[in-house]
C-alpha cells in the first residue's frame, strides 16, 4: 500500500489549494484518514481527520479555512484550503488506517507536498 499526496505549490495569502492524497495497493478498508503538517523548524502536527463514517475533526488554526473530505471509491482523500495564510506553510502529509490484503491493519504515510503562501 502506497500514499501519494499532491496538489501543493506557492500560492498568494487569501488564495486557495487543494490537496490530494491517493491510496494505491490491495485495499480492503480505510478507517480514520488524516492531514499532517510540518512547518520548518516545528514539529509536525495534525491538520484534519476524517473517519470511515464522514465525522470530521480539525486544528483550531485552521477551523472554517479548510476542508478535509475523502472519496472512497476512489481511494482518495482531500483537504480543501482557503483563506491561506503565511502561516500555513509547510509541507503536508497523508496518513491513513488501511487494511490490506496482505498486509492486514496498518498505518501509512504519504511523501508529503509542500505548500508555501507567500505574504
Known amino acids: 500500500v502506497q500514499l501519494q499526496a499532491s496538489g501543493g505549490g506557492l500560492v498568494q495569502a487569501g488564495g486557495s489549494l487543494r490537496l490530494a492524497c491517493v491510496a494505491s495497493?490491495?485495499?480492503?478498508?480505510?478507517?480514520?484518514m488524516g492531514w499532517y503538517r510540518q512547518a520548518p523548524g516545528k514539529e509536525r502536527e495534525l491538520v484534519a481527520t476524517?473517519?470511515?463514517?464522514?465525522?470530521?475533526n480539525y486544528a483550531d488554526s485552521v477551523k472554517g479555512r479548510f476542508t478535509i473530505s475523502r472519496d472512497n471509491a476512489k481511494n482518495t482523500m482531500y483537504l480543501q484550503m482557503s483563506s491561506l495564510k503565511p502561516e500555513d506553510t509547510a509541507v503536508y502529509y497523508c496518513?491513513?488506517?488501511?487494511?490490506?490484503?496482505?498486509?492486514?491493519?496498518?498505518?501509512?504515510w504519504g511523501q508529503g507536498t509542500l505548500v508555501t503562501v507567500s505574504s
Open positions: 476524517i473517519s470511515s463514517g464522514g465525522n470530521t
Open positions: 495497493g490491495t485495499i480492503l478498508s480505510f478507517n480514520v
Open positions: 496518513n491513513a488506517d488501511i487494511r490490506s490484503l496482505y498486509d492486514g491493519y496498518k498505518n501509512y
